[in-house]
Structure formats: C-alpha cells, structure tokens
C-alpha cells in the first residue's frame, strides 16, 4: 500500500531524444507526486511535482503526466542533453503527512 | 526554490566516536525536518522526522538511541550518529517541506558522507 513502483531501473538515450520514466502506486490517498533529479554524491533536486486533480504538468523540458484511474504518473524529458544524465527519483506523499514514499529510481544516461 | 543546507558534506571518524550532522532550512522556517539514509545506487531510505519543540519520530527499524535527533529550532535538525561503527558509513540527507496557502514542496540538503573507520 506504501508502495510506488518506478521503471525502468536505467535508460540510455541519445542526445535530443525523449526519456521516459514511469511510476505506479496502489494507495489512492497519495495526494502529492514529486519528481527528483539526483547527481552522484549531491542530494535529490525537486524537478517537478503534481497534485491528483491534473493530468498534465509542464515546466520547460519536463512534463509529468497523471492517469488517476490507472494510478500511475510519468516524467517525460524532451529534447534530452548529456547534462540530464543523473539517477530520477519519483515519489508520493500521503495526504494529512509530509512523509514522502520513494520509487527506486532510474538511472538515465544521455549519449552525446 | 527553498534552501537546505547540511554541514559538514562529508566526515570521516573513527569507530566507537560520534557524529553531529547539521540540517538548516536557509531561507524558510521548518516546523519538520526529515532525515533519510542512502546506500551506493540505492533509493532514499526515512529515518526519522525531526519536529521543532517536541520528539522525532523514528521509522521502524531504526536505532533511536543510535541516531539522537535534535530540532533546536525552526530553521536548525541535528542528526548525531552514536557510537558510529563502519557499518553506518552512509549517504546521509535531510529536508524540509516548505507549505504554502496552495503549494507544497519538499526541498532536500546536498548531504553529507560519512565514512566510520
């Protein structure tokens, strides 16, 4: 039930393509979804998060989308550069905590 | 986006000694804190939830009395690893929600590695 399920555990992508990551969680009172960017050795950077009630979030190359009927949500990166290649993190938060549940993350790795 | 800042970023200390870890929200007051442990190529992994004014709430499983957390103040969380032995050689990372009237974010520290010898 605490569970979010990330896939795939890595990726490797070519410059300018598109990468996808994709989350799947069980409880419905998840109310909160954040996506991490992660360097070796640096802590995690909030990228994006969304709330149940959107489908659809954007901010510049990141897009999370949301399907609340098929309880999963997904982080697309366009146009992928080297730079992007880090470990990403999906989670979710329980409503009424702060407690965030982590996915395993995914390693992405963009060829120049 | 908010600032948290975690000091020393990395340590190193004998076995049988002990650590102090500092957690500061630099620019936002945090009520809670949390702190997470993190192995090589592995995901977060809570610890405990630091709360100003009152006792952290640890996760099952870990060691209260190993890692003594302090949150002196609204903007200060103190992780202290006791007793530290090579097997707590870690990733250790803290963060703090930052609530809004209509948001809600949680920002997390660069993190600090710590090596027991």
């Known amino acids: 039930q605490q569970q979010v399920k990330q896939s795939p555990q890595s990726l490797i992508v070519q410059k300018g393509g598109i990468s996808i990551i994709n989350c799947a969680y069980e409880?419905?009172?998840?109310?909160?979804f954040p996506w991490y960017q992660q360097f070796p050795g640096k802590g995690p950077a909030l990228l994006i998060a969304?709330?149940?009630?959107?489908s659809e979030k954007k901010e510049g190359r990141f897009t999370i989308s949301f399907n609340k009927s098929a309880k999963q949500f997904s982080l697309h990166i366009m146009d992928s550069q080297p730079g992007d290649s880090a470990t990403y993190f999906c989670?979710?938060?329980?409503?009424?905590?702060?407690?965030?549940?982590f996915g395993k993350g995914m390693k992405l790795t963009v060829n120049p | 986006g908010a600032v948290v800042s975690q000091h020393p970023s990395w340590v190193i200390c004998k076995s049988g000694t002990s650590v102090k870890i500092e957690c500061r929200s630099l620019?936002?007051?945090?009520?809670?804190m949390f702190w997470y442990r993190q192995f090589p190529k592995q995901s977060l992994m809570l610890m405990a939830t630091?709360?100003?004014?009152?006792?952290?709430?640890?996760e099952q499983g870990v060691e209260k009395d190993k890692f003594l957390i302090n949150h002196a103040s609204l903007t200060l969380s103190t992780l202290t690893v006791t007793s530290a032995h090579p097997e707590d050689s870690s990733f250790y990372i803290c963060?703090?929600?930052?609530?809004?009237?209509?948001?809600?974010?949680?920002?997390f520290g660069p993190g600090t590695r710590l090596t027991v010898t």
């Open positions: 963060s703090a929600p930052l609530q809004g009237a209509l948001s809600y974010e949680q920002y």
């Open positions: 969304i709330r149940p009630d959107v």
């Open positions: 989670a979710a938060r329980m409503g009424g905590s702060e407690k965030l549940v």
């Open positions: 630091s709360n100003e004014g009152s006792k952290a709430t640890y």
């Open positions: 409880n419905t009172a998840f109310d909160y």
């Open positions: 620019d936002f007051q945090a009520t809670t």
